[in-house]
């Protein structure tokens, strides 16, 4: 299929610029030129793009796309890639689906399982619990053996345990990245080879730390607004039925939302623990101070947010606590997670040779970040949602029948 797009004003996020009423030409899935005047090929697709501004199109760079409407709400959002946190096989096999056409959804990178150690306090389904250091080499291995593309871990895995899964890695040519280390100075980590820290609140608390962090290479993906919900739903009274696009959640879901919350408000409460928003949003900015390796994430599935709507919420907060500009906040939706996964070749930017992500607005996203909401459509590699479509696609989430929710691996 091919796809011409007339008189777009253009974003290639390759620089902060806008190329004003120029046209881009998609051939079998890529971007085969940009420039004025273009010409349609024969049983060429033409999209007028008079007035709109182009761009490509969001990434969420933490995700936990775990039943299977979350698909429609990424695409209706304009996201058309996700990096998934706690791998299974279903998602290989999605992604799989995706790309060859049969079902709707983000193309989806994968990291392993969730890898920890048999000393957490908490446990989840689907999460491996790791108690020997011949263990962690092991999950090293199974993860690459799967097809995963990084390894994920939480905090509670031992020093010993932490060295062998990264030398391994490391030897291995697959990155590691999580929650960090309850037991292990985060400037070892770094040091080790640990190559992302998720979440704002994961980062350590001396700003000096921070910087160690950011200047010696590591990755950051903040996930600011996840980080809100424990204040918000544990101590502030605010309800799941508030949030504003609550009807696009089905009813299996809010049955797992309303369960986990409890529980998660349980345990807050009964140690105490009331987050500093202000201290976790300091250490963000304190990272970006270092360095632009950061990627906008969502963490979405955790209960309050929603697929697809809340990395727009996630964008908002770096332009608003982070202090980016909306030119930095929308390289960490497009051109960071690409850079990060190494594929800066083939997405995160509009350019001749790249891959067809593409998303148009309505309103200039430079002007106001907001505007990354004003979607006239999307475009993911053949295939072209016009608004039409997108609301269709949120239609069918809405009304969709509790037996056609699939989870697609065990829940947080």
Not at 24 to 44: F, R, T
């Amino acid at each position: 299929m091919n796809i011409l797009l007339k008189n777009a004003n253009v974003l290639t996020l390759d620089n902060n610029g806008i190329s004003y009423s120029t046209d881009i030409e998609v051939k079998d899935g890529s971007i085969s030129a940009i420039g004025k005047g273009l010409s349609a090929v024969d049983n060429s697709v033409v999209i007028d793009c008079s007035g709109a501004y182009v761009m490509p199109a969001l990434f969420d760079s933490h995700a936990h796309l775990n039943t299977s409407e979350m698909g429609r709400l990424f695409i209706a959002n304009g996201i058309t890639s996700v990096r998934n946190l706690c791998g299974a096989k279903r998602h290989l096999e999605l992604d799989a689906e995706i790309r060859a056409g049969r079902s709707v959804g983000p193309y989806i990178y994968s990291s392993s399982p969730i890898y920890d150690g048999d000393g957490a306090q908490d446990r989840f389904e689907g999460h491996i619990y790791i108690s020997t250091e011949e263990e962690a080499e092991k999950a090293v291995y199974d993860s690459i053996a799967a097809g995963f593309l990084w390894v994920k871990t939480y905090p509670s895995l031992t020093k010993e345990q932490t060295k062998r899964m990264l030398d391994t890695a490391n030897a291995a040519g697959i990155k590691v990245c999580g929650h960090m280390s309850h037991s292990i100075d985060a400037k070892f980590l770094c040091d080790w080879g640990y190559y992302c820290v998720e979440h704002s609140s994961s980062l350590p608390p001396h700003p000096a730390d921070i910087a160690y962090l950011a200047q010696n290479g590591m990755w950051f993906c903040p996930t600011q607004v996840v980080c809100e919900t424990l204040p918000d739903y544990v101590w502030n009274g605010k309800k799941l039925t508030d949030l504003e696009h609550y009807n696009y959640v089905p009813q299996p879901v809010r049955a797992y939302w309303e369960k986990y919350n409890a529980s998660i408000i349980e345990g807050y409460k009964k140690r105490g623990l009331r987050p500093d928003i202000q201290v976790i949003i300091d250490r963000g900015r304190a990272f970006m101070e270092y360095s632009d390796q950061y990627m906008a994430g969502s963490d979405t599935m955790y209960p309050g947010m929603i697929a697809g709507f809340s990395l727009h919420e996630e964008l908002e907060r770096l332009v608003n606590l982070y202090g980016c500009t909306p030119y930095e906040a929308l390289k960490a939706a497009t051109v960071n997670p690409a850079l990060f996964m190494g594929l800066e070749r083939q997405k995160g930017r509009l350019l001749p040779g790249m891959d067809a992500d593409i998303l148009i607005l309505n309103n200039n996203p430079l002007a106001d970040i907001k505007n990354t909401r004003s979607i006239r459509g999307v475009i993911q590699g053949n295939t072209y949602y016009d608004r039409p479509r997108l609301d269709a696609l949120l239609e069918e989430v809405r009304t969709m029948p509790d037996s056609e929710v699939e989870f697609l691996a065990p829940l947080l």
